[in-house]
């Protein structure tokens, strides 16, 4: 009997060592249907601009409504996952943006279809912050970098979500039915997997003020660092394509090459990251990425040649990959913090910079040229590099 109690024992403390495989799908799935469901909408948004007769104007202020929600999100990421945990706030809010993708497939007037970006805004960047405080705790157990694979499976899930949105489009499925059956779809998916992620008290601390804070320097700086990817990641989306066409005369066709690479790099580079920051952790290889970047998409505008802008922004693309989750994962691990209040902070400071991006190139743009617009973007990868340093882990407690 004695002898029957040390071999369950024992067995119980293997099964506590194992890494918690179970729940790494499950967040994976809550990556992927966060890539997706955003994704989907947005082949759909020239029909709701038609059916509702904006200007390009108001849809781009009814557009601003996805910002305005993120910030409000993220800004309340941190006390909810302190009271109730990463795992209830991320599967609740992943729900709740599934139901709400249908919204703006509904809407019937300009206010309505703001509203309902709003409520997607929101929910988008709470379960961002929430799956990303999730996932921390999940590489916690594997004692190994594995937050490149979540992010890579959310580019997946984006680029699943943007063809059959597309697909719907093209065989003219109705914008509500299409979004409907998208968010159902997905939130099947999210409900399924969810019973799989780790107890709800391995990152609940309870009460938090409703406030995201930064508690010292470390913490500050990495929201620093984000600001400075985020400005790096929006560009190539924002002006890669209008730099393409309008300084180098390249056609309608070939103008999204740029971006193309860069997002293609990008996924390669998050499916090849967890394996080089393992081997090389996450400064070297932080510092590595962001000097790659720094000197790819600067020879592409030295050059100023249409392949090698377009060979410059796929080497961003690569060099960057590996940037956000290592400030994901130093942020959900800055001692004296939780996972969840650590990473709302970089997160919110990081949505201001997309924010932010496209107006900074322009301001840049408007004074000069875009290509000096771009060597902004070329000097906010520099200062990460310089910076990598804040991106060391650092022992925890919990």
Do not use: K
Request: hydrophobic share 55%; proline share 5%; aromatic share 4%.
């Amino acid at each position: 009997m004695a002898r029957h109690r040390l071999l369950r024992s024992r067995g119980r403390l293997l099964s506590a060592r194992r890494p918690p495989r179970r729940a790494r799908a499950a967040v994976a799935t809550l990556f992927f249907a966060n890539g997706a469901a955003y994704a989907g909408w947005v082949p759909r948004i020239p029909e709701v601009r038609a059916a509702l007769g904006l200007s390009e104007g108001a849809l781009g202020a009814a557009l601003l409504g996805v910002g305005a929600g993120a910030l409000v999100g993220s800004l309340a990421a941190a006390p909810l996952v302190s009271r109730c945990g990463s795992r209830g706030v991320a599967t609740t809010a992943a729900l709740g943006l599934c139901a709400a993708l249908v919204l703006p497939g509904l809407a019937g007037s300009w206010a309505a279809l703001l509203a309902a970006l709003v409520v997607v805004g929101g929910l988008d960047a709470l379960t961002d912050v929430a799956m990303n405080a999730h996932g921390v705790v999940v590489e916690r157990g594997y004692q190994r970098s594995i937050l490149n694979g979540f992010h890579a499976v959310w580019s997946l899930g984006a680029v699943v979500g943007a063809a059959s949105g597309s697909a719907a489009a093209a065989a003219r499925t109705p914008v509500p039915a299409h979004l409907a059956a998208a968010g159902f779809v997905l939130a099947a998916s999210v409900a399924g997997s969810a019973p799989a992620l780790l107890p709800g008290h391995v990152d609940r601390s309870g009460p938090h003020p409703l406030r995201v804070a930064l508690p010292g320097r470390a913490l500050a700086l990495l929201a620093a660092l984000a600001l400075a990817v985020a400005v790096a990641e929006g560009a190539p989306g924002d002006w890669s394509a209008v730099y393409l066409a309008d300084t180098l005369g390249v056609g309608p066709g070939a103008a999204g090459a740029a971006y193309a690479a860069f997002s293609a790099a990008m996924l390669a580079g998050r499916l090849l990251g967890d394996a080089v920051v393992t081997r090389r952790g996450h400064v070297a290889t932080t510092r590595a990425g962001a000097t790659l970047a720094a000197l790819g998409l600067g020879s592409g505008l030295l050059v100023g040649t249409p392949a090698a802008v377009v060979a410059g922004f796929g080497v961003a693309g690569l060099g960057l990959a590996t940037v956000f989750p290592a400030l994901f994962s130093a942020a959900g691990n800055v001692p004296g913090t939780t996972a969840g209040v650590g990473i709302a902070s970089v997160s919110l400071v990081a949505r201001l910079g997309f924010l932010l991006s496209p107006a900074l190139v322009g301001a840049v743009a408007t004074v000069a040229d875009l290509t000096a617009g771009l060597w902004l973007v070329v000097g906010a990868v520099a200062l990460v590099a310089l910076c990598a340093s804040a991106v060391a882990p650092a022992p925890r407690s919990r």
